[in-house]
């Protein structure tokens, strides 16, 4: 191994690991300061005329509240959270009050009152600053949790988390900001730029991983723009008119960017088509535009806008989790299943929520604005959004139980198909089907013919299915039922119907194969072309990927090396540990190539024997595992020396998978010797498998390997493994033993 690059790559990682923890952390901790901002004190915005002295209210943000509170414009304000008025920075500044927790007003008959104002009060104000923002701020957490978590080291969903970060960011500082704020007010000003900038750099990436040409400004020059909102801020405390641009600007550079964004995503797709980036354009459309023009246009041409801030920035709710929430693996995302998902459910929640919220408008008619119903709509749609999302899991998890209770169909199709799989001829296999068919339908009520009409096609009547088998051509085999059939058992029919179609396809492929078999052996021309391109085709297949493997590892730290001396031929003084560090590299190197080679040839299985390579290759097991071996090896002899190879490759694939997998602290081998045969034993204490489960994931691929060649030399194979039981095999292979199908018992 290559210890420098190792530690490169390990420090690579380590440096994104501190990266994207110190991002989570200043999330948290900017999240947490804005929000308790905004739940420390209640927003209210009252304007004021101060011109003649006195804090004089001339407008209400909150109307109704204010109509509640019997506070009306033309009242002075006396107090503020019980100092005067005309004390207060946002009155001074801006002659506004933003917020406050008491007030004291003095009426037009000199009557003063005090008011404690309460978030329960203004319900516009409690959903639109603190509840929402805070499902906001959760849920973006733990998306980015999800999504760090599952895409380690991925620069797109890395950066797209970040989008979401800083969009989450820029939503939850609405209220401090609003507040008057200073640390809102720059937390919500960077991040609306910066969310915009990470953005396009995604798609830069995004463009480069689907080999489009990005003919538009370097996202690196982007990255300065955030950092001119700070620098207005400072400028402010020296120029004080500055206060009024700085939002201004701020706006200015949010839309210019939602804009280009918007034409990076139209252009690209008029000149490629390609459809991922018209899902991405309508995506990202969605949540913003409203919020560009309802508001930040208006205020951009010093009109009043048509939304509030937070009314517009609601929309930002729905920033497309779509794309987020997919794992990225070696390849960016199939947006367009997460897509249609998103649509699917969406649907169905947005009429469900729909119908729940003019519900509860007719049950309390008169009592609800518009904001209470469209805060209720909101929480309902997500909810339930979220709600069929975990229904989709929890049905999946279940499935093997939820369709019936008097037993899964679709589950026993996989035994229902080991069995029928064993069949020879295409009578056994109708027979057995019919066997199935009897057992789990409970009746004999139906019969299987072969026809000559010229379409069969599947119909469904009362008490009655026919259902195509399989199709010739000239002959079709179909199956009748005239019996009544509950829709999980049709479909396990349906499908059962499906694989015997298939399995009669490969045994009439088998049979006329085995015929021209039989033909050649009858003529003079012994050659079969089709059985030569075979072979041929596994070699070369079997030499690419040996190419790959040396090309990836031994032919580039050669590569390294050989520019490596090229430094030390130029300098002018060479360094004699330098020299003996890169002999240390070409060691391993050889070492490396030597290991390959032996894997490939084991050059003591032809020179010495079975028992020495196994000895060898016990030895090395040993050096390489954290289990304790115990081994016991007989000496075998074989008349077909193929035999030989045979017993090392599956033992050096069994020791493999204990490696591997097994996480055991005990292994045990034991090969015996049996009349013109062996028999091979492997036990561990690790931590087991469910059988099933692993025969369909990846890491079953070394122990069908195994079951493999164990039927190609007639032999027989037992697999017992549960969860936390370890795993044990049994292997019997005899010379002169016949062909048949083993099976392998699950326990």
Known sequence: MNWRHYDDRHNRDLAMKTRTYSIFLLYLVLGIYVLGIA?????????????????????????????????????????????????????????VIRSANTLTIQKHDHTVHAITVKHRDIPEELYLQILFPIFYFLLAFVVALYLGYRNKNNVPMFLLTLFLLTCSLAYISTGASARGNFIGGIVIGVCIVLCMVLFIH????????????????????????????????????????????????????????VLYAIYILVTSYLRTKLAKLRLIAIAFIIPFLPFLLFFVTPEILGHKPLLHAEVAALFLLFIPFSFLFIQVNERLFDI???????????????????????????????????????????????????????????????RKIIFSSTGNYVHNLYAAVQRMGKAKTQQELLERFTSELTEKLGTTAFYIQTVTEENIALEYQDNYTQLLLHDAGDEKIILEIRHALQKEELLWLELLALYVSMFINNLQLIEDLVLEIQHMKNTSDTALPWLDKLLWNIIEKEKSILAQELHDTILQEQLHLARELDVLAEA???????????????????????????????????????????????QKVKIRADFLLTTHIERIHF?????????????????????????????????????????????????????????????????NGIRERVRAFNGTITIQSSRNEGMHIFIQIQEDGDSYDEYTDYR
């Open 39 to 95: 739940i420390k004190t209640p927003f209210i915005s009252i304007t004021l005329d101060t011109t003649n002295g006195q804090p004089v209210i001339i407008d209400l943000y909150y109307p109704q509240w204010a109509q509640q509170k019997n506070i009306e414009k033309g009242d002075i304000v006396v107090t503020i959270d019980g100092k005067p008025a005309l004390e207060n920075r946002s009155v001074q500044l801006d002659a």
């Open 202 to 257: 995604f798609l830069q990436h995004f463009f480069h991983y689907q080999h489009i040409q990005w003919s538009y400004m370097h996202s690196k020059w982007l990255y300065l723009l955030p950092l001119i909102i700070p620098c207005c801020y400072i400028i402010e405390g020296f120029i004080p008119a500055m206060r009024e641009l700085t939002p201004l600007l701020n706006l200015s550079l949010f839309a210019l960017l």
């Open 336 to 398: 367009e299943y997460q897509l249609s998902r998103l649509r699917y459910y969406s649907t169905l929640a947005f009429f469900s929520a729909l119908l729940l919220t003019a519900g509860i408008a007719l049950l309390f008619m008169g009592q609800l604005s518009i904001v209470h119903l469209t805060s209720i709509f909101l929480l309902v749609f997500m909810g339930m959004l979220a709600s069929f999302y975990i229904k989709e899991r929890i049905d999946f998890k279940y």
């Open 572 to 618: 002018a003084v060479i360094k004699k540990e330098r020299v003996l560090d890169i002999r240390e590299q070409l060691l391993n190197a050889s070492k490396d190539l030597r290991e390959y080679c032996e894997n490939l040839s084991p050059p003591l299985l032809d020179t010495f024997g079975l028992q020495m390579a196994l000895k060898k290759l016990i």
């Open 639 to 703: 008349q077909d020396a193929t035999l030989h190879l045979v017993v090392y490759r599956l033992v050096q694939e069994l020791f493999n998978n204990a490696i591997k997998h097994a996480e055991a602290t005990e292994v045990s081998l034991q090969l015996q010797a049996i009349p013109h045969g062996f028999t091979l034993q492997y036990d561990d204490n690790g931590v087991g498998c469910d059988i099933e489960q692993l025969m369909q994931s990846s890491a079953s691929m070394g122990i």
